[in-house]
């Protein structure tokens, strides 16, 4: 079992800035990917970024490029979502998630954490 606890979600003004963490524990693999991804009211739950753990290569979603960043720190088995520039349309339960590496689908998931942008 792998566990991801998240934090750093709140209510921001637009334009402002939050980072999200998000640290994985248990029965971790030697290389794995982790995401992030949210879900606003009424919509469906769509991907954000994510990183390999081997390499660090980043993905993110149009949307998001040039505001957020993923990272991680592999001595600390965590994960973060840097989020400048946000917008009210941001506003979200942001969730991140786990997979080892080849598998197709996230494994693991976390219990998300709200975020919040005034206009």
């Known amino acids: 079992q792998v566990q991801l606890v998240e934090s750093g979600g709140g209510l921001v003004q637009a334009g402002g800035s939050l980072r999200l963490s998000c640290a994985a524990s248990?029965?971790?693999?030697?290389?794995?990917?982790m995401g992030w991804f949210r879900q606003a009211p009424g919509k469906e739950r769509e991907f954000v970024a994510r990183?390999?753990?081997?390499?660090?290569?980043?993905t993110s979603t149009d949307s998001v490029k040039g505001r957020f960043t993923i990272s991680r720190d592999n001595a600390k088995n965590t994960v973060y979502l840097q989020m400048n520039s946000l917008k009210p349309e941001d506003t979200a339960v942001y969730y991140c998630?786990?997979?080892?590496?080849?598998?197709?689908?996230?494994?693991?998931w976390g219990q998300g954490t709200q975020v919040t942008v005034s206009s």
């Open positions: 998630a786990y997979k080892r590496t080849g598998v197709g689908e996230y494994e693991y």
């Open positions: 248990g029965r971790t693999a030697s290389t794995y990917t």
């Open positions: 990183i390999s753990w081997i390499g660090g290569s980043t």
